[in-house]
T-cell receptor, first 112, second 110 residues
């Protein structure tokens, strides 16, 4: 157990509304990641963080922003949700010495 | 964009048989590779890590890495119904990121 919790686990929202997903870790890992997973596309990196206030874009970052004001929390924000952002979102942490990623339980987001 | 490809379709194997999964990667600089298992509706779970050429065995799982040919494989021996899942291959590249393949579904038939 890598001590990662995601909230909310399930959310249904309407197009155009803002949504924030939270990832919380308890083990002081420096690197944290947000992925989305869709049928036919696999896991795709949205944004990642390498420290407090240090973030960078992944391959599918359009329409998403992130913030990391504390080591333990990494927030993913959809400023104005669209139906194409309906997906399962996974947060992960990396053990830097091995490169191993460990995932949270996922947040299923439906945008109507 | 770094790519990891898993091209095989769903794999059905009889219980007790060997399941063989393959993936290829594009970045010759990648040094670390991983296999994840994902049950339906669950998050990916790390089952194997491999860093050097050759084979690495862990229980019924064997990972194989061939850097010259840029492929990674996973063998599941004595397949069990509990092995029915989607298996994801991943490779590590610059800036501490992992690129994932799209996954291969394995169905073990009792």
């Amino acid at each position: 157990d890598a001590g990662i919790t995601q909230s909310p686990r399930h959310k249904v929202t309407e197009t155009g509304t803002p949504v924030t997903l939270r990832c919380h870790q308890t083990e002081n890992h420096r690197y944290m990641y947000w992925y989305r997973q869709d049928p036919g596309h696999g896991l795709r990196l949205i944004h990642y963080s390498y420290g407090v206030k240090d973030t960078d874009k992944g391959e599918v970052s359009d329409g998403y922003s992130v913030s990391r004001s504390k080591t333990e929390d990494f927030l993913l924000t959809l400023e104005s949700a669209t139906s194409s952002q309906t997906s399962v979102y996974f947060c992960a942490i990396m053990l830097l010495d091995t490169g191993e990623l460990f995932f949270g339980e996922g947040s299923r987001l439906t945008v109507l | 964009q770094k790519e990891v490809e898993q091209n095989s379709g769903p794999l059905s194997v009889p219980e007790g048989a060997i399941a063989s999964l393959n993936c290829t990667y594009s970045d010759r600089g990648s040094q670390s590779f991983f296999w994840y298992r994902q049950y339906s509706g669950k998050s990916p779970e790390l089952i194997m890590s491999i860093y050097s050429n050759g084979d690495k065995e862990d229980g019924r799982f064997t990972a194989q890495l061939n850097k010259a040919s840029q492929y990674v494989s996973l063998l599941i021996r004595d397949s069990q119904p509990s092995d029915s899942a989607t298996y994801l291959c991943a490779g590590r590249y610059g800036n501490n990121r992992l690129a994932f393949g799209k996954g291969n579904q394995v169905v073990v038939i009792p």
